[in-house]
């Protein structure tokens, strides 16, 4: 049938990722947990895919068709000549993983459920000594350690500050990444992100390490949607909150971090 | 209450009439304009009979989009045609002639709003060059002090106008229409770029008249003022792509782009050419 991407404004921003990013997609769509080659995949049959890997931004939108087309019915797919839109296909993943949303919610608040949802499952691994450090990590001071206290600390946090939001979708898509290539991404916007890892490097990020085997991918039509759709839902949520632009403080010149707070980190002026 | 007037096109010249067609020139509130909005001719105008058949055929005239004055006449005349469906086809051409007057005034407006701020850049890069080329060798600007200081002020009274014009249309960016917002894009995206290489040229001229004094406060009260509304154009410009990220961006993928593209290369020539802490310290070793 051959892959046809179908104009989707939640997936554009794939076209700027880098290839590295993009490589990670392209694992996901194309090879089974085991590592061998997907049998209903259709990217390594395209002449742009041989002829340009791995450099993925040269088919950057086969890669996003190839997602729209495991997201459908593969027989509906054949009528469609496309596949599904995002939005249809992240509402059904979060359908299937019983993340709660609303029919009016936006693509990117269903992303973050979904996202939440992940952080959900790796809090429940969490010993009550990790959850205490995480907790201490994200600046929280209390004596409940609970494992819904927890969850609700992590999601007021990534929920009230873009900084923590970028934090932990970094933690989730280079959790991925390394399970599937064996190392990070290269998601930091600039030499000054390089601490925004910080909160979520701790427990948080040791208990995600085994991130697939705290999601049920026993669903056949969901092995690859569900990954994917967690995949593109952290890179949009980094993508979202990383600086694109280096900002200075306008009394002492020191490089702004933190856009969630208006005043200088290093000097306390206001930089706006 | 039939005798309505119409534009007589069998008046207007045959190369005007063809200019017409070809698209060359417009046709606007009766006129016909050149490409650049310039009056060419006004058309004439002749009085029409309307029959009661003419009436009977309002429809396939409207239709056949001859003329919207008929139309807007035949509105207070349906009661004689007594259908209604002559009525909803009136009304639909007529919605469709209005949104067309609305384009044309939306046009009108958005060339307003360019122009406006066309002219105030305008203003500031020709005091700045004039300020230029009085300090373009030691002879000239020995013979013109007088002229660069008078330059001087001129070229910061203009900054600081720019400067309060920046302000003022980012924090209202959201509340104008689209066609508007990229308009004021693309003057907050001219301002950043020309600010601090003018303020840098107005820097240099005072310390060519031997006013250093004024040169160091131009250079002391700039840099920071300017790092102020680059701060928040920034985070206006992240806001803008945080939009496109989630697909909910209404600017255009050109805008996005050049945003991208542009800004960052921008951002960094300015911090090489701004007055900071370090270079002021630097400096004064």
Known sequence: ?272 | MNEVHILDFEKLDFEILKKIETGVYNVFNGVVRDEKGAIVKEIPTKVLELTKKELENLPSCIAKGQGTVIAATAISTTIILGAIVVATKIIVNKLDEIQKGINAIEKELQDQNQFQYFLQLKNYVAASESLRELLNSPECIEENRDLIALKLNEVSIQRHGLMLTFRERLHNVEKVSLAHKEEIVTFLENSIALLPKIAYVESEGAKAIGRYKLSKTINEQFSPAYRRIENNYILFLEDELNKSIKGESDLSKNIINNIKQKAKIEFEINNSLLYTREKSKSLSL
């Open chain 1, 1 to 272: 049938m051959g892959l046809n991407y179908r104009e989707d404004k939640h997936l554009d921003f794939l076209k700027d990722q880098d290839n590295g990013n993009l490589d990670v997609l392209v694992k996901l769509l194309m090879y089974d947990k085991d590592g061998e080659k997907r049998y209903a995949e259709e990217l390594s049959g395209c002449e742009q895919y041989r002829e340009h890997k791995p450099n993925h931004q040269k088919y950057w939108h086969l890669i996003a068709a190839e997602y729209q087309t495991f997201g459908g019915n593969s027989i509906v797919n054949i009528f469609r000549s496309q596949g599904v839109p995002y939005d249809e296909i992240l509402r059904d993943v979060c359908g299937e993983m019983d993340v709660k949303f609303s029919e009016n919610d936006r693509v990117v608040d269903i992303e973050l459920e979904l996202l939440s949802k992940v952080g959900a499952k790796v809090i429940e691994e969490m010993s009550i000594e990790e959850r205490e450090r995480f907790l201490k990590d994200l600046n929280i001071d209390t004596t409940n350690l609970t494992k819904q206290a927890t969850l609700l600390a992590m999601q007021t946090a990534i929920r009230g500050s873009g900084f923590m939001a970028y934090q932990f979708a970094v933690i989730i898509a280079n959790t991925i990444a390394k399970q599937l290539l064996g190392h990070g991404l290269k998601l930091v916007a600039n030499a000054g992100m390089v601490r925004a890892i910080g909160a979520f490097a701790g427990p948080f990020g040791l208990a995600a390490t085994g991130i697939w085997s705290l999601i049920d991918l026993s669903g056949a039509a969901y092995r690859v949607t569900i990954p994917a759709s967690i995949y593109i839902a952290a890179l949009r949520q980094a993508e979202l909150n990383k600086n694109y632009f280096e900002m200075k403080c306008p009394n002492c010149d020191a490089i702004i971090l933190d856009r969630d707070i208006d005043t200088c980190q290093q000097c306390g002026e206001e930089y706006r």
